[in-house]
Antibody, heavy 116, light 107 residues
Framework: EVQLVESGGGLVQPGGTLRLSCAASGITFSNYWMSWVRQAPGKGLEWVANIKQDGSEKYYVDSVKGRFTISRDNAKNSLYLEMNSLRVEDTAVYYC?????????WGQGTLVTVSS | AIRITQSPSSLSASTGDRVTITCRAS??????LAWYQQKAGKAPKLLIY???TLQSGVPSRFSGSGSGTDFTLTINCLQSEDFATYYCQQYYSYPRTFGQGTKVEIK
């Protein structure tokens, strides 16, 4: 059974920093592109970033470029999202997702709230 | 960025009905389109990719069609567990983009 378990969400002030983690099991993690997708409260889905199997390619939505960094550690079967200069509009549930094109498996999500 | 216009934004239907949801891309995306189902408080679930390929384990009452700019998700014989919000998503180019969602409610 594929499991993607996110952690690291919480309440942070505007301008602050947060690091999300995702632990993967049930898949050969190093074989797959991985992505982060977010969903603001009561809103639709927004793709945030993805990363190639070996970390050599990374892509971001324009609204987070220069502020967020996606990374992975294949030895630890883990995906990360470093979020800097957080804004109120970054408030959302962040999902760790298997895939770089369509998204096969999703974690349960971790809530990030940016508020003063 | 490719814009995906999904319609309708919501619909009311009864169990046993046939339901159709459409997505229109702002430019041609070949067959690079996926469909997801999301129930309240849960993560989305992949239903269909490559416009018409059913994900393993998804009931055959779900089907997808289309290519280029116009796509359709059809649910035949709607079941109680199908009441949810549905999203389409293009993966033809970056950024990956989603439709705004269609909420399927009980009539």
């Amino acid at each position: 059974e594929v499991q993607l378990v996110e952690s690291g969400g919480g309440l942070v002030q505007p301008g602050g920093t947060l690091r999300l983690s995702c632990a993967a099991s049930g898949i050969t993690f190093s074989n797959y592109w991985m992505s982060w997708v977010r969903q603001a409260p009561g809103k639709g889905l927004e793709w945030v970033a993805n990363i190639k199997q070996d970390g050599s390619e990374k892509y971001y939505v324009d609204s987070v470029k220069g502020r967020f960094t996606i990374s992975r550690d294949n030895a630890k079967n883990s995906l990360y999202l470093e979020m800097n200069s957080l804004r109120v509009e970054d408030t959302a549930v962040y999902y760790c997702v298997n895939g770089g094109w369509w998204f096969d498996y999703w974690g349960q999500g971790t809530l990030v709230t940016v508020s003063s | 960025a490719i814009r995906i216009t999904q319609s309708p934004s919501s619909l009311s239907a009864s169990t046993g009905d046939r339901v159709t949801i459409t997505c229109r891309a702002s430019q041609g995306i070949s067959s690079y389109l996926a469909w997801y189902q999301q129930k309240a408080g849960k993560a989305p679930k992949l239903l269909i990719y490559a416009a018409s390929t059913l994900q393993s384990g998804v009931p055959s009452r779900f089907s997808g069609s289309g290519s280029g700019t116009d796509f359709t998700l059809t649910i035949n014989c709607l079941q109680s567990e199908d009441f949810a919000t549905y999203y389409c998503q293009q993966y033809y180019s970056y950024p990956r983009t989603f439709g705004q969602g269609t909420k399927v409610e009980i009539k």
